[in-house]
């Protein structure tokens, strides 16, 4: 059982910065692939970025690259989302998950198997 609570969320003008955190708590953390979804109001969740256990392993959402970065923490049982040249279509609730890193379907909701209960970013125009 792997038990994950996101941080670090709040309001930020357009063009600011955020870093997420996700705590994790439970055993072989450094052996999940972790990700970052976003849900915004009246949309689907949707993928973000996620990283494997192998810490250089990373993928992003067309959208978001160049301006987010994933990292993780294996000693620290954490994991991070830097979120730099924030824009208004980036409010959303985001949330951490972690599963199996079977190496492949990183940005498949379905391949998760434990959730965070969210945090949520708000951007202003």
Request: net charge positive.
């Amino acid at each position: 059982q792997v038990q994950l609570v996101e941080s670090g969320g709040g309001l930020v003008q357009a063009g600011g910065s955020l870093r997420l955190s996700c705590a994790a708590s439970g055993r072989a953390f450094s052996s999940y692939a972790m990700g970052w979804f976003r849900q915004a109001p009246g949309k689907e969740r949707e993928f973000v970025a996620a990283v494997g256990w192998r810490r250089t392993n990373t993928h992003y959402t067309n959208s978001v690259k160049g301006r987010f970065t994933i990292s993780r923490d294996n000693a620290k049982n954490s994991l991070f989302l830097q979120m730099n040249s924030l824009k208004p279509e980036d409010t959303a609730v985001y949330y951490c998950a972690a599963g199996r890193d079977t190496g492949s379907g990183y940005s498949a909701d379905g391949r998760y198997d434990y959730w965070g209960q969210g945090t949520q970013v708000t951007v202003s125009s």
